[in-house]
């Protein structure tokens, strides 16, 4: 049941669609009180109409619905708004810890005299269990069985607790391992572009769909004209128990496409040059908006392809108006025809339907391509951004090998793998992954990199014996096209089978490189490569073995996996040659435009999506057979090294402890510029001699069953041990270091930052984090705030933030301060050896200006001014009450 507000603007208004009668908050309406908004970009266009809705002169105003009225004459605007979302979505990774504190929410609410029923989600939230798949097995028929198998094996615990939520909670579902990504999921079933649902009074109320999601790629539905992005799982949880979103009205960057593409070039050729360009442009915390004649000659998978990637280009989101575009890929993915109609009548009549008659909105800056002068390119070797025409990645590399992984002496230094009949070397390709995610939503790339495969399968050509090759589809659908189209027969052919629905090598899931390979690269510190068809490619995140990752379209990465290293330029170089000697290049192997069009017009058809999702919910034989334990409050195992209740309301009480100023804190880190949140968050696998391997080694847990970190997000023993540990951070308080070490400043010693941390608090020292430009890019990842928390760091001093990962500072109770413009650590002669105290910290206000002081080894002392990047009363709420969920609790319990 949809809550609505009191309508004091007079708003709403009715549309009958196939005789049936919806109502809605009218936007035309709407503009006889606040003024002509009939030219606001559409993702602002769906803001007002969630303020229009839920106005109810408290937590929305009507000043607040005129303050987008007057976004259209600025463009721009300071105010603050309450923003409510339909629905949440979840991956298993960032959903178990959800799910976790829901659970502990349950038994603190009980501690507190209250109903721990209250607990449950108030807008409907589904879950999908897609990253614990790993690429164990591969390049066999049987590698698909063999990894749900380990998968089920590896996270029978988490699995276990999921089917308890899935019970337990009300208006909360969960799709099973195995069956896709959860943006795929969205895509194709979840969103409805338009959602309805009955309000109080029993009207049935239609209005946008939106969301927000535990995974930043959640933008991939805009791509559907659905409003959505990331947000960390602490947002997401305030969002399901009724707290609205706290943001400032964004920027609206408009990104003008005209044009088509050329002959070859590929929708992901097309999103690494948009991520390039935005980059470049700069769009952290906007909203991009793409319009102009050219979208009309992109596909919706391709819109997708391209909305997917926000986050790696930095924008909150990046949104396709709704047209008949919109339309068409709803009746391919066999969406209901009425809900289909409504979604046309609804749009038309709010104002939010693009044609080619529509009159460009009006943005606060904008950008533009023409998609005829976008060329084949890759990635890499380590930011999305940094894109390379695909005739130079071989002298790239080269420059990169020389340069900055420092192999000028022997560049082309090759070592014998033990038992096999090749060698290896710098710039081999290990692996070769088509991974779900930004492409496989997209059949086009999906098709072209089958019939790659094909036509290289037909020339006798193979992928090296080196290269680990994955195929990981973001949908059971796409077996069923592949299948149609006999192009699974090819794909297997060269090694690319079937290894499980899910996210795979993007998330660090790329599974064990062959031993003899991997001892070879390790042995010998060979800078071997990486080809994926995903969007994350930062160091360390696809493979400890692998330095140098490169995202590629997915027939590029079938064509790398033939070629067997990025040292030579394939669009030049033969890639192989055909048994009676020819030689065969790309060009010989590179489908053409029309055969890929024909392909995917005669295989994708409604009634697979029909089928496919019919029983989305139901899962397999493996699922079916998972026993639940629990009532209304779960029963925590002690002996689980997978769940765990966590500390975050131990001896809580109606009133929260008062908030102090920070007084003689130390630093735990002092860190450069673009510190992700893979570094700080426990990601990818646990090593043994790590303080996580060491917890589980004392509770008998063998190496082989450590599983990796984000498996065991829902325990935080092990979590707050991996904070600050990834094997490629660099510490400048431990110099000539790399990993998760820093120097505990009383001793000197240098020790894991965990242990430092704990010895901190034995002798009460608060600690700080002092970083560079971009702190916390990447995903949205809440253990990069839990975990920050948990060690006892209680601000962070960063030249700029990352939107999410400020937001989940935040909501966990963590100072987030930002230097003076122009101001950082070094030009500040900060060594991190000094002690900090922060005033102001007892009554603050959003984006105040506070002092911070220190006193240096040597007893000398100084001072500086920072900002508080608390940006929004709601957040101070939160602060001073421990946090969000503290906050939430409290007010249900009350």
Same mark, same amino acid.
């Given at each position: 049941m949809t809550a609505i507000g009191q309508d004091t603007l007079g708003t709403r208004a009715t549309i009958e669609v196939e005789g049936k009668r919806y109502d809605y908050y009218s936007i035309p309406a709407a503009q006889a009180k606040i003024g002509d908004v009939s030219r606001l970009p559409f993702s602002m266009k769906v803001l007002l109409e969630n303020l229009l809705r839920f106005e109810d002169g408290t937590t929305v105003t009507v000043e607040d619905v005129k303050a987008i009225a007057d976004w259209a004459k600025e463009r721009r605007s300071d105010r603050e708004i309450q923003y409510r979302p339909a629905r949440v979505l979840m991956q298993d990774f960032t959903g178990v810890p959800a799910v976790v504190d829901l659970a502990a929410m349950r038994d603190a609410m009980a501690q507190l005299g209250g109903d721990p029923q209250k607990i449950n989600p108030l807008v409907p939230v589904d879950l999908v269990i897609d990253h614990s798949v790993m690429v164990d097995e591969f390049g066999t028929p049987q590698a698909f069985e063999h990894n749900v198998e380990l998968e089920y094996a590896r996270n029978m615990e988490r699995y276990e607790f999921l089917r308890w939520g899935s019970t337990a909670l009300r208006n909360f579902r969960v799709v099973p391992p195995g069956t896709g990504i959860c943006h795929q999921v969205n895509l194709e079933y979840l969103a409805q572009t338009v959602w309805v649902s009955q309000a109080a009074d029993g009207a049935e109320i239609a209005y946008p769909d939106t969301l927000v999601g535990t995974d930043s790629h959640t933008t991939m539905v805009n791509g559907l004209g659905v409003l959505g992005w990331g947000v960390g799982g602490i947002e997401a949880e305030a969002a399901m128990l009724g707290q609205p979103v706290s943001m400032l009205i964004p920027e609206v960057v408009g990104f003008r496409l005209t044009g088509m593409l050329a002959e070859g070039v590929t929708a992901t050729d097309l999103v690494l040059t948009v991520t390039q360009m935005l980059r470049k442009k700069g769009v952290v915390g906007r909203f991009v908006e793409f319009y102009g004649p050219g979208l009309d000659a992109l596909t919706l998978a391709d819109r997708a392809t391209i909305a997917n990637m926000a986050p790696e280009y930095g924008a909150t989101c990046g949104f396709f108006p709704?047209?008949?575009?919109?339309?068409?890929?709803?009746?391919?993915?066999?969406?209901?025809?009425?809900?289909?109609?409504?979604?046309?009548?609804?749009?038309?009549?709010?104002?939010?339907?693009?044609?080619?008659?529509?009159?460009?909105?009006?943005?606060?800056?904008?950008?533009?391509?023409?998609?005829?002068?976008v060329q084949p390119s890759l990635a890499g070797p380590r930011r999305p951004q940094d894109r390379v025409l695909l005739g130079q990645v071989d002298e790239a590399f080269e420059a990169e090998l020389l340069g900055s992984y420092g192999k000028a002496e022997n560049p082309d230094f090759r070592v014998p793998v033990q038992g096999a009949a090749h060698d290896i070397g710098h710039g081999d390709v290990v692996i070769a992954a088509i991974t779900s995610c930004t492409n496989t939503s997209n059949p086009n790339v999906l098709v072209a990199a089958g019939l790659v495969a094909r036509k290289a399968r037909a020339l006798g050509l193979d992928r090296k014996p080196w290269v680990k090759t994955s195929f990981a589809p973001g949908s059971q659908v796409v077996t069923d096209y592949f299948n149609k189209s006999g192009l699974t027969e090819d794909m297997d052919a060269l090694g690319f089978n079937l290894v499980g629905y899910g996210c795979t090598t993007c998330i660090g899931n790329s599974g064990p490189l062959p031993e003899p390979i991997s001892q070879a690269v390790n042995k010998n510190d060979i800078v071997a490569a990486s080809v994926l068809s995903g969007n994350r490619n930062f160091e360390g995140r696809v493979s400890p073995d692998v330095k140098a990752n490169y995202l590629a379209s997915p027939p590029l990465v079938v064509a790398y996996a033939i070629a067997g290293t990025i040292r030579s330029d394939i669009t030049e170089t033969p890639l192989g040659k055909t048994p009676d000697g020819r030689d065969v290049y790309l060009k010989d192997i590179w489908p053409t435009n029309q055969e890929v069009a024909e392909m995917v017009q005669g295989a994708v058809t409604p009634a697979m999506f029909r089928e496919r999702y019919a029983n989305v919910f139901q899962g397999d034989s493996h699922w079916q057979a998972i026993r639940v334990t629990g009532g209304d409050t779960y029963k925590w195992n002690a002996?689980?090294?997978?769940?765990?209740?966590?500390?975050?309301?131990?001896?809580?009480?109606?009133?929260?402890?008062?908030?102090?100023?920070?007084?003689?804190?130390?630093?735990?880190?002092?860190?450069?510029?673009?510190?992700?949140?893979?570094?700080?968050?426990?990601?990818?696998?646990?090593?043994?001699?790590?303080?996580?391997?060491?917890?589980?080694?004392?509770?008998?847990?063998?190496?082989?069953?450590?599983?990796?970190?984000?498996?065991?997000?829902?325990?935080?023993?092990?979590?707050?041990?991996?904070?600050?540990?990834? +094997?490629?951070?660099? !510490?400048?308080?431990?110099?000539?270091?790399? /990993? =998760?070490?820093?120097? %505990?400043?009383?001793?000197?010693?240098?020790?894991?930052?965990?242990?430092?941390?704990?010895?901190?608090?034995?002798?009460?020292?608060?600690?700080?984090?002092?970083?560079?430009?971009?702190?916390?890019?990447?995903?949205?990842?809440?253990?990069?705030?839990?975990?920050?928390?948990?060690?006892?760091?209680?601000?962070?001093?960063?030249?700029?933030?990352?939107?999410?990962?400020?937001?989940?500072?935040?909501?966990?109770?963590?100072?987030?301060?930002?230097?003076?413009?122009?101001?950082?650590?070094?030009?500040?002669?900060?060594?991190?050896?000094?002690?900090?105290?922060?005033?102001?910290?007892?009554?603050?206000?959003?984006?105040?200006?506070?002092?911070?002081?220190?006193?240096?080894?040597?007893?000398?002392?100084?001072?500086?001014?920072?900002?508080?990047? +608390?940006?929004?009363? !709601?957040?101070?709420?939160?602060?001073?009450? /421990? =946090?969000?969920?503290? %906050?939430?609790?409290?007010?249900?319990?009350?």
């Open positions: 709704v047209d008949s575009k919109t339309l068409d890929y709803m009746r391919l993915t066999g969406r209901d025809d009425h809900r289909i109609a409504v979604v046309e009548a609804y749009c038309k009549a709010q104002g939010m339907w693009r044609d080619a008659s529509t009159p460009d909105p009006v943005f606060t800056d904008t950008l533009e391509l023409d998609l005829g002068s002996g689980s090294t997978y769940v765990q209740n966590p500390p975050y309301f131990e001896g809580m009480t109606m009133t929260p402890a008062a908030v102090t100023d920070i007084v003689g804190a130390k630093a735990l880190a002092l860190l450069g510029d673009s510190i992700t949140t893979d570094h700080i968050s426990p990601a990818g696998s646990i090593k043994l001699d790590s303080p996580a391997g060491q917890y589980l080694t004392d509770r008998q847990v063998p190496k082989a069953e450590f599983n990796s970190y984000g498996a065991r997000r829902g325990n935080h023993e092990v979590m707050m041990r991996g904070t600050f540990a990834n +094997i490629r951070i660099r !510490n400048r308080l431990a110099p000539g270091t790399e /990993g =998760g070490v820093t120097t %505990y400043l009383p001793t000197g010693e240098v020790m894991p930052i965990y242990d430092a941390a704990m010895k901190y608090k034995e002798t009460g020292t608060p600690l700080v984090i002092l970083a560079g430009k971009e702190y916390g890019t990447g995903s949205s990842r809440d253990w990069a705030a839990k975990g920050t928390n948990l060690l006892g760091v209680r601000a962070v001093i960063a030249e700029s933030f990352e939107r999410i990962h400020r937001s989940n500072l935040v909501g966990m109770g963590v100072l987030a301060l930002q230097f003076p413009e122009g101001q950082s650590a070094e030009s500040l002669g900060l060594k991190g050896d000094e002690a900090f105290t922060i005033e102001g910290v007892a009554n603050l206000k959003p984006r105040q200006t506070l002092t911070v002081k220190y006193t240096r080894a040597d007893g000398s002392s100084g001072q500086f001014d920072a900002l508080c990047r +608390i940006d929004t009363e !709601n957040e101070i709420d939160y602060f001073y009450a /421990g =946090g969000i969920l503290p %906050y939430v609790l409290r007010k249900l319990a009350a």
